[in-house]
């Protein structure tokens, strides 16, 4: 029903900047609170930040909270994740995701994209 394409991945020195965006299909999207997700080589999926629907809610986890930030622009049908202050440890597959309600767990999500590369370079 629904769909998500990331972008705006790619490779990055530590310190920079970077914007992802996951733009979704339909015309629900404003239904749906959104979340973003890291993998990195070897590790399992790890929450990154999630939004209510109508953007008014936000938690990010411990391990980025300062550095990125989530909003969105529902009539753009889109969530955005800004990434400053990149890290080394920041490098996994960043995916966004799609749910009724906001939550840490990927579990919680029905929907998913493919996920794009970020890699931070010391």
């Known amino acids: 029903q629904v769909q998500l394409v990331e972008s705006g991945g790619g490779l990055h020195q530590a310190g920079d900047s970077l914007k992802l965006s996951c733009t979704a299909s339909g015309r629900t999207f404003g239904t749906y609170s959104m979340g973003w997700f890291r993998q990195a080589p070897g590790k399992e999926r790890e929450f990154v930040a999630t939004i209510s629907r109508s953007g008014g809610v936000t938690n990010v986890a411990d391990s980025v909270k300062g550095r990125f930030t989530i909003s969105r622009d529902n009539a753009k049908n889109t969530v955005y994740l800004q990434m400053n202050s990149l890290k080394p440890e920041d490098t996994a597959v960043y995916y966004c995701?799609?749910?009724?309600?906001?939550?840490?767990?990927?579990?919680?999500?029905?929907?998913w994209g493919q996920g794009t590369q970020v890699t931070v370079s010391s």
């Open positions: 995701a799609a749910g009724f309600w906001g939550s840490r767990s990927d579990s919680r999500y029905n929907y």
